[in-house]
């Protein structure tokens, strides 16, 4: 092999490495038919019912504990309703960001809710709450 044909083994060599090193950098955001890039979706629906209870954990545990109605709508926004074991109602509501199995709830306030994990059809999390510290969070989907 001569001089000449090594460089051009070599300059084809390296000119294959940079496109597949741009191909590699580019963004695999999904396209929709209008050509705009979609935002990927999880596989699974977050809209809808769903019902549980939070309490509390640990020895230092307070009687914190409620019943718990969630309902998440498809633009992202969600409402809560807690009943006490007293009687007393808490009206909740924000916006609900999914990222693969977990929600991210954050409160029309902006204040952060919490985050729970999905598997299967049940949503849970746990959150320190101010007046009653460590709280399990569960829910179910209402079919």
């Given at each position: 092999?001569?001089?000449?044909?090594?460089r051009?083994?070599v300059?084809?060599?390296?000119l294959a490495i940079?496109?597949?090193?741009?191909?590699?950098?580019?963004?695999d955001?999904?396209v929709?038919?209008?050509g705009?890039a979609?935002?990927?979706t999880?596989?699974?629906?977050?809209s809808g019912?769903w019902h549980g209870?939070?309490y509390?954990?640990?020895?230092?545990?307070?009687?914190?504990?409620?019943s718990?109605t969630f309902?998440?709508?498809?633009?992202?926004?969600w409402?809560?309703?807690?009943?006490?074991?007293s009687g007393a109602?808490?009206?909740h509501?924000g916006?609900?960001?999914v990222?693969?199995?977990k929600?991210a709830?954050?409160?029309a306030?902006?204040?952060?809710?919490?985050t729970?994990?999905r598997?299967?059809?049940?949503l849970?999390g746990?959150?320190?709450?101010r007046?009653a510290?460590?709280?399990m969070?569960?829910?179910t989907?209402?079919?």
């Amino acid at each position: 092999m001569t001089a000449k044909t090594q460089r051009s083994v070599v300059a084809a060599f390296a000119l294959a490495i940079v496109f597949l090193l741009a191909g590699c950098a580019t963004h695999d955001a999904a396209v929709n038919a209008s050509g705009d890039a979609a935002i990927p979706t999880p596989d699974w629906k977050l809209s809808g019912t769903w019902h549980g209870s939070s309490y509390t954990l640990g020895t230092a545990s307070t009687n914190y504990g409620s019943s718990l109605t969630f309902r998440f709508k498809d633009d992202g926004t969600w409402s809560a309703t807690e009943t006490f074991g007293s009687g007393a109602v808490v009206q909740h509501s924000g916006k609900a960001t999914v990222r693969g199995n977990k929600v991210a709830l954050e409160e029309a306030n902006g204040r952060r809710f919490g985050t729970l994990t999905r598997s299967g059809n049940r949503l849970y999390g746990m959150e320190t709450m101010r007046d009653a510290g460590r709280v399990m969070i569960e829910l179910t989907r209402v079919p």
